[in-house]
C-alpha cells in the first residue's frame, strides 16, 4: 500500500520537521529570536517548526532579494502572529539571532563565522547536493559542537565535506549524529554559551516515517481515492 502525492508537499513537512527537531535538542532552552536564511516555502516553514520547540517571538527573514524577503517575511507573520522583519544584510541578520536556519541554494557561503555570536544554534538545511554551500567552513570547525543527521552523508553533501576541504575539520574526525543526541548516547549542548551547527542532509527514515504517518491519517479520514493495481 503507498500513498502517492505529486506536489512535493510531504518532503517539505518533513524537511522543516528535521529542522525543528534539531532546535528542540540543539538551541538554547530560551532563544527567542530567530533568523532565517532564505525566503521560500522552506524558509517558512522551518520558521513555524521553531515556534513549535522554543517561544520564538520575532525573526528575521534574508535574503539577496529584499522584495522576496519583505514577501516572505510579511506571510510568516500572518500566519505565526509574531513581528518578522526583512534584511538582505547577511551580517545584521545572524547578529541578533539565537537559533539560525539556512534554506538556501547558494554555492558560496551566505553565513560567515565571525557573524555568530556566542549562544547560537544554527541548522543548515540546503546543501543537499556535492556543489552547494551556504556556510562558512571556519564556522564548523570553530563550533563547539558540530551535529549531523549523517555523517556519512554530510562528507559528500553536506557543509562538513566543505570544511574537510577547507582543512577547518580534520578529515578522520569522529563526529556525532543527531540520532545519538536524541538517545542521548552522547552530550548535545552543555552550556548557554556554546555556538552549536547541525548539518542536515535530509535521511530515507524521515520520507518512510511522514509517509506511514499521511498513510495512517488518510485511513483514518476516509480520504483519497483508493486505485488497486
Known amino acids: 500500500e503507498a500513498v502517492l502525492l505529486d506536489n512535493g508537499y510531504l ?27 532564505g525566503a521560500g516555502v522552506q524558509a517558512r516553514l522551518q520558521l513555524k517548526a521553531l515556534t513549535l520547540v522554543r517561544d520564538i517571538t520575532s525573526a528575521t527573514i534574508w535574503a539577496r532579494d529584499l522584495a522576496k524577503a519583505e514577501t516572505c517575511a510579511k506571510k510568516a507573520s500572518l500566519e505565526l502572529g509574531i513581528p518578522v522583519t526583512a534584511t ?8 541578533t539571532a539565537d537559533i539560525i536556519v539556512t ?26 547536493a556535492e556543489h552547494k554551500n551556504e556556510i562558512d567552513p571556519a564556522l564548523i570547525g570553530q563550533a563547539d559542537l558540530y551535529v549531523s543527521d549523517s555523517q556519512a552523508q554530510t562528507r559528500i553533501l553536506g557543509e562538513l565535506h566543505h570544511a574537510i576541504d577547507a582543512g577547518t575539520v ?5 563526529l556525532p549524529e543527531l540520532g545519538q ?21 535530509g535521511t530515507g527514515v524521515q520520507d518512510t516515517a511522514i509517509a506511514t504517518l499521511a ?4 485511513d483514518a479520514a ?8
Open 88 to 95: 538582505a544584510d547577511g551580517k545584521d541578520a545572524a547578529n
Open 181 to 201: 543526541i536524541i538517545a542521548k548516547s552522547l552530550t548535545g549542548r552543555t552550556s548557554a554559551g556554546q555556538i552549536t551547527v547541525c548539518d542536515l542532509t
Open 222 to 229: 476516509g480520504a483519497g481515492v483508493e486505485i488497486n493495481s
Open 11 to 37: 518532503t517539505d513537512v518533513r524537511t522543516a520537521a528535521a529542522g525543528g527537531v534539531a532546535a528542540k535538542h540543539l538551541a538554547r532552552e530560551d532563544a527567542k529570536h530567530a533568523t532565517i536564511y
Open 215 to 218: 498513510r495512517h491519517r488518510c
Open 170 to 174: 580534520p578529515t578522520d574526525a569522529t
Open 103 to 128: 534554506t538556501t541554494p547558494a554555492r558560496e557561503p551566505v553565513l560567515m563565522a565571525d557573524w555568530v555570536r556566542p549562544g547560537t544554534h544554527v541548522t543548515a538545511m540546503g546543501s543537499d
